[in-house]
């Protein structure tokens, strides 16, 4: 068994997450090795859609969002053409008078908190996006979401924090992690001050314990159509239909690429762990789609993949310091927005280390959050963890 140098910090998992706070460690001057099993920028990274959006679920997935969002805004003008950065917007499709009432709620919401929004009534929303059904109620028009290509995002921080003095250790699997050591599947061990755990869906396998599970998702992309969408289109409905307990759901979701391609999602699934497609899930989301985009059945698909998410009981991420073992931060549990909050995450983790005040409040996202204590406060003696939130559609 070799053993390495000591490292400031060791960050488990190369996508975009892991790059992220290796890039943002590595900024602030501390000495970073990141460690990918595959590629940098594979697991959800490289399944995922690439919509940066501000979400108002609740006031923390808000907070991390918009920061986040602004992150995006600010890194935009530097990275490469490669990473396909775009602010498209997004609709959010009101299908009838009780969707655009909460097209209009939503409005008021982000409005209050200088989110540049607005509404579109059925003739603008028409106009906007001819390709819609005719008949939709309207929508609500976020300005400023983005559409990124996460992938080569993640490359591209990773390769940021290599210049600034970080290891990259790419075709190393970690074994485990804890008291300041990380091994490898080879026996050789990384030694680090912290140790930052960012390995997306599969951090529970390293981690037993932690509140974390594998939520997985369809996409489906077509060949090259360019204008046939404008926007980043989603359903409202999924309000409709946001106390169902069913597991498995899917929801209307079409992105434009730069290539003129379209990205049709999406789906969402528990307990279904193989990666697989599945043939009734893909129908029925396509099936969704086609209520929106009638003409989508006669566009050529090229590829269907799967892909986890890294799911929370309370949908909001894991970021901060594990609650046994002092050496360990985790950076998981992003579920469908670990594209748009990977560079919020990696500066709080940042700040952490560094100890420097964030820039948004920290403690609903710290891993504590589940622990028993908390919970007997929050809860009562009840430490079952209720998983029946992360069941609801997010729309994304
Ligand atoms: C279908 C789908 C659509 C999505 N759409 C969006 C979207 O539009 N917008 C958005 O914001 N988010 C979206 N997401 C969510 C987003 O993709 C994830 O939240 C994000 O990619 C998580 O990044 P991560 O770095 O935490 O995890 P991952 O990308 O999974 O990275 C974890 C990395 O760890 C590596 N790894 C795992 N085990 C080991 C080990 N033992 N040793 C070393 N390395 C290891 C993996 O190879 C992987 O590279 C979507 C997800 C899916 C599945």
Redesign the pocket.
Known sequence: MSVSEMYDVAV???????AACAYACARRGLNVAL????VL?????A???????VMDDSDAQFALTRYSQQLWKSIAPTLPASTEYEQRGTLWIAADREEMEAAERKFAWYSERDVSCRILTTRELQEEEPNLAPGLAGALLVCEDGVVY?PTVALELARRAERQGATLLVG???HSVGQNRVVLDNGSEIRAHRIVL?????SAR?RPGIPVRKRK???VITDRYPGYVRHQLVELGYLKSAHSVSTDSVAFNVQPRQTGQLLI??SRQFGAEHPQVDQPILRSMLARAAVYLPGIMRLKAIRVWT????STPDKLPLIGPDTSDPSLLLA?G?????????LGTAELIADILTNQTSAIAREPYLPSRYTPEHQDHTQGENHELDWSHAGLDDG?
Not at 198 to 202: I, N, R, T
């Open positions: 488990a998992g190369g996508g975009i997450v892991g460690i990918e099993r595959d920028g594979s697991g959800a990274t399944a995922g859609m690439g919509h940066v959006v996460p190393h699997a970690v960012a390995l997306g869906a599969d390293l998702g369809h996409l999602g999406s892909g986890f998410r890294a998981t992003h579920e469908g927005l670990g594209i748009t909050t990977s994304i």
